[in-house]
Each structure stands twice: as C-alpha cells, then as structure tokens.
T-cell receptor, first 112, second 113 residues
C-alpha cells in the first residue's frame, strides 16, 4: 500500500513561474516530511523538510506547506529555473519508529 | 570528496551469479541503509544498520545479505541473481535513524540478463 503518494508523475512549468509539487500521505503517525531532488544518474539529494509542528517552512526559492488535517504537503518553487528540472521525491517518517517512506516522484521540467 | 560512495555504478551480470555492491560514507554517520528503486520508481528501504547492527530488515529475499564491517561501510551481497533483481540500488546514511536527513550515494544500476 502506498503510504506516500505523488499523483502527478510529471509537471511542466515555464521559467520564472511557480512550480507546485503535491504529496499526500495516509499514515497519521507521520510527523516529519522531506523533499528530495534527483537528477538523472545521481542519488536523491535533500532539499527541504518540515516537522508536523509547523505548517510552513521556507528556504530561499523553496517553500514546503503542510496541511495535517488533509494529510497533504506541497513544495513551491518560485521562481522556477531550468536547473530545477529533476525528479522530486516526497518522503515521510514517523520519527523514532519507521524509516523514510518515499513517494514515486514527480518529474519537473522547467522550460526556458 | 563524495560523502556516500558506492561501487560499482553499473553492473550487468547473468542470472544465477553472485555479486556485491560496496558502500562507504565519510560523514561520520552511525546509520546506513540500502534502498531499492524498482521499475515503478518506488524507493523502498531494504536494510538499515546502526553502528554495525541490523535495525531494519524489510521483506527482502534472503538471497540479499548486507554486511557492515564497521559503521562507515555497508556492503550488499546478492546470491543467485534473478531477472527481477534488476534495479537501481541506493546506499544512504544518516546521523541516527529517526527520520533524520538521509544522504544518498549515486546509485548502482544492476541489470540481470
């Protein structure tokens, strides 16, 4: 069963516009959420995280929003740049109990 | 310097062979992992070691045997390779195992023919 779902396999956005990547989860015990970015032929790299005590975390052009009641989080990238083109994985954890559970990823293409 | 390095990066081998993938991290982390990215693009955990001790062993065939000679190394040995073992295998490490930020290696692309 998929505890972490990224329902959009791909997303295309024009350079300079906002990219919004979505992630849903089913396990209400998850309390820590991360986004990873992955370029072809490379391992995933950590991008940004949020714990369940917050509903927003911002780091430069990247902001993650958490809606606990909806079991939904999203990653906003603004402005989007061509170098942001990659696969983005959402991951969640029940800290102290389970390892990270990953979604299937969303391939973002930023078009110049 | 690469923080988490794994070798080989590419491996093509025949069914029935035994192969190993090596992993080393120089981050001083105490927890290491093996993840498998299958054809459906899921990243699934296979094993987790903390200070050389096995912590997590997900439902993985016992043909897969991890070995951790020290906390900086976690090698994956696979016996009697099958076609379905073809995947990208990622080694990773973290400081502690409680959902802390995980650092991944570049992946080892295994193709079984």
């Amino acid at each position: 069963d998929q505890q972490v779902k990224q329902n959009s396999p791909s997303l295309s956005v024009q350079e300079g516009r906002i990219s919004i990547l979505n992630c849903d989860y089913t396990n209400s015990m998850f309390d820590y959420f991360l986004w990873y970015k992955k370029y072809p032929a490379e391992g995933p790299t950590f991008l940004i995280s949020i714990s369940s005590i917050k509903d927003k975390n911002e780091d430069g052009r990247f902001t993650v929003f958490l809606n606990k009641s909806a079991k939904h989080l999203s990653l906003h990238i603004v402005p989007s740049q061509p170098g942001d083109s990659a696969v983005y994985f959402c991951a969640a954890s029940d800290t102290g109990n389970t390892p990270l559970v990953f979604g299937k990823g969303t391939r973002l293409s930023v078009i110049a | 310097d690469t923080a988490v390095s794994q070798t080989p990066k590419y491996l093509v081998t025949q069914m029935g062979n035994d192969k190993s993938i090596k992993c080393e991290q120089n981050l001083g982390h105490d927890t290491m992992y093996w993840y498998k990215q299958d054809s459906k693009k899921f990243l699934k955990i296979m094993f987790s070691y903390n200070n050389k001790e096995l912590i997590i062993n997900e439902t993985v065939p016992n043909r897969f045997s991890p070995k951790s000679p020290d906390k900086a190394h976690l090698n994956l040995h696979i016996n009697s390779l099958e076609l379905g073992d073809s995947a990208v295998y990622f080694c990773a490490s973290s400081l502690g195992g409680d959902g802390n930020t995980i650092y991944f290696g570049e992946g080892s692309w295994l193709t079984v023919v």
